[in-house]
């Protein structure tokens, strides 16, 4: 019998990991620039294929960001690319951003 609840024990945390793994990888399509409106890459999402060259603004504000592009990202606290920013390499994902995102370019 306890052989049978340790090896039950055992199996269900082993159950858990994946579940908490999967917040790990940010959904974003290779070649875009996402963002969701909530953590852990929740929410409504915007996708933009590549870096932006110019200032994309007027987002919703974005909680979670992911840069799938081939070049970085710089993500901004205002509106027009103003205000504190903070970059994200290609292949770079932030799960929950220092501050809402309201506007990008690459750089």
């Known amino acids: 019998m306890k052989k049978t609840i340790v090896a039950l024990a055992v199996g269900a945390a082993a159950l858990v990991v994946p579940a908490e793994a999967a917040h790990a990888a940010a959904p974003c ?4 620039v996402c963002g969701w409106t909530g953590t ?11 870096a932006p060259g110019n200032c994309v603004s007027g987002t919703s504000g974005f909680n ?13 606290s ?18 929950d951003t220092p501050f809402p995102v309201t506007s990008l370019r690459g750089v």
């Open 29 to 32: 399509p290779t070649g875009s």
């Open 78 to 95: 205002g509106r027009a690319c103003s205000g504190t920013f903070f970059d994200v390499p290609p292949g770079g994902s932030s799960p």
């Open 40 to 50: 852990n890459f929740t929410g409504s999402a915007f996708i933009s294929r590549g």
């Open 64 to 76: 979670s960001v992911a840069n799938s592009g081939t070049g970085t990202v710089r993500f901004y």
